[in-house]
Each structure stands twice: as C-alpha cells, then as structure tokens.
C-alpha cells in the first residue's frame, strides 16, 4: 500500500504543477496585464497580476521569505513519504506538493530575480481586479484544496499510515484506539 500511496502522491503533484505551469505560460502568452477577460458571465474573469506576496498580497515586502518557507513544506512531505499509506492523504499532500512547488518555481526563476520572483496569478472571481476574493492560480487552488482536504483527513481520524483513529463507545475519557481501515 506504501508504494501506490506514494505513486499517488507523485502523479498528483506532477499533475498540480503541469497544470499550473501551463496555465501560467498560457496566461503570459495570451493576457496582457490591466485587459481581463470576462467569462462564464462574469463569475471568472482572466486577469494577468504578477503577485509579490501571498494571498491578497499579504508580505510583499518578504518575498524572500516565501522560497524558504516552501522548501521546508517540500522536505515535511518528503519526510512524510516515509510512513505514507494512505491514498487521501497521498492526494493531499500531492496537491500541497504540486502547488508548492508550481509557486516556488515563480519566486526562483521570474522577474525581478532568485528568491524575489513574483508569482503569476490570473484567476478572479466575481470581479476583474479582485474586488471580492484574491486573484489566485492553479498553484494557490492545488494548494487550498489539499490543506483542506488535510484537514477534513485529520477531523475525521484517518492516518498518513492508513490506520484510522476510532472513539471507543465507553463513558471514560481513554484515548481513541487505532485500527486500519
């Protein structure tokens, strides 16, 4: 089980930063920056923003920080892989890895330089310019999606090692037990 979990994790990621990178060449390509395109009625609109910061451009005077910050998330998952059975947990943290690393790939190598580059976002909702939520990239959706779906693994019990974590139905406050599931 260890070995798919892990193939799981690999492909997703490899999928996560394809797609990311695409989208981003694509964007840089056919969007200019200031001339969004409006689609799905104005719900999406494509708007080319070269983002220093994180969402809603929280720390755009660190943008440094943000490379150091992803590396250590790509070596906790490394780690991770080493106990890994669980293929949601795998699919989590393939997102996590894939996002991570399609943005990491925008602070190292785009404009203004290593560890300051800025990322490319495209992807506004309800408005051009991100009047009501952040624009973000295929890299921030990888990203979201997997800690959340971390998160909902960990509320409902489930291991990175496939076992999960079960209350027993006793009135004493022991601990949970384990058991595969």
């Known amino acids: 089980?260890?070995?798919?979990?892990?193939?799981?994790?690999?492909?997703?990621?490899?999928?996560?930063?394809?797609?990311?990178?695409?989208?981003?060449?694509?964007?840089t390509n056919g969007l200019t920056e200031g001339h969004p395109v409006r689609i799905l009625g104005g719900l999406v609109h494509l708007s080319l923003l070269r983002n220093s910061g994180a969402a809603f451009s929280l720390g755009s005077g660190y943008t440094w920080v943000f490379p150091l910050v992803t590396l250590v998330v790509?070596?906790?998952?490394?780690?991770?892989?080493?106990r890994l059975r669980s293929v949601p947990w795998a699919v989590a943290l393939g997102?996590?890895?894939?996002?991570?690393?399609?943005?990491?790939?925008?602070?190292?190598?785009?404009?203004?330089?290593?560890?300051?580059?800025?990322?490319?976002?495209m992807i506004s909702l309800f408005g051009p310019y991100g009047e009501y939520f952040a624009v973000f990239n295929i890299a921030d959706s990888c990203l979201s999606v997997g800690v959340v779906l971390a998160v909902l693994l960990e509320l409902t019990g489930r291991q990175r090692d496939g076992t999960r974590l079960t209350k027993r139905a006793t009135a004493s406050d022991e601990p949970g037990e384990k058991t595969t599931a």
């Open 74 to 82: 790509v070596g906790w998952i490394g780690a991770m892989t080493l």
């Open 1 to 27: 089980m260890r070995r798919k979990a892990v193939v799981v994790l690999g492909l997703t990621a490899l999928f996560g930063l394809l797609l990311d990178q695409l989208t981003k060449e694509l964007s």
């Open 95 to 121: 997102l996590v890895l894939g996002g991570a690393l399609g943005n990491l790939g925008d602070r190292l190598f785009r404009a203004p330089g290593v560890f300051q580059g800025h990322v490319v976002d």
